[in-house]
């Protein structure tokens, strides 16, 4: 049974910092290209980040020099880091895996930018 587990969502203030964990089990998890997206109220989920099975790296351009993705192939782990938080980074977060025709997603987590 695949499971991605997102945590570290919060209310944060804008200029702040989270970090998001997505803990994966029941895929080789090495295989698979990860991904966070993110859905906004009246919003298509978009892509936010994804980082290869090699580790390279895509962002959108909207959190490009603020947010970073990394992964721990060891603890089956993918992160979010997330600096200088805006208003409109407010969304649920999913972490998603990708492999050929494999294609599972987490429960999300919301993050909520506010003062």
């Known amino acids: 049974q695949v499971q991605l587990v997102e945590s570290g969502g919060g209310l944060v203030q804008p200029g702040g910092s989270l970090r998001l964990s997505c803990a994966a089990s029941?895929?080789?998890?090495?295989?698979?290209?990860m991904g966070w997206y993110r859905q906004a109220p009246g919003k298509e989920r978009e892509l936010v980040a994804r980082?290869?099975?090699?580790?390279?790296?895509d962002y959108a351009d909207s959190v490009k020099g603020r947010f970073t993705i990394s992964r721990d192939n060891a603890k089956n782990l993918v992160y979010l880091q997330m600096n200088s938080l805006k208003p409109e980074d407010t969304a649920v977060y999913y972490c998603?895996?990708?492999?050929?025709?494999?294609?599972?997603w987490g429960q999300g987590t919301q993050v909520t930018v506010s003062s």
């Open positions: 998603n895996a990708d492999f050929i025709m494999n294609r599972y």
């Open positions: 980082i290869s099975r090699h580790s390279s790296t």
């Open positions: 029941g895929i080789t998890f090495s295989r698979y290209a």
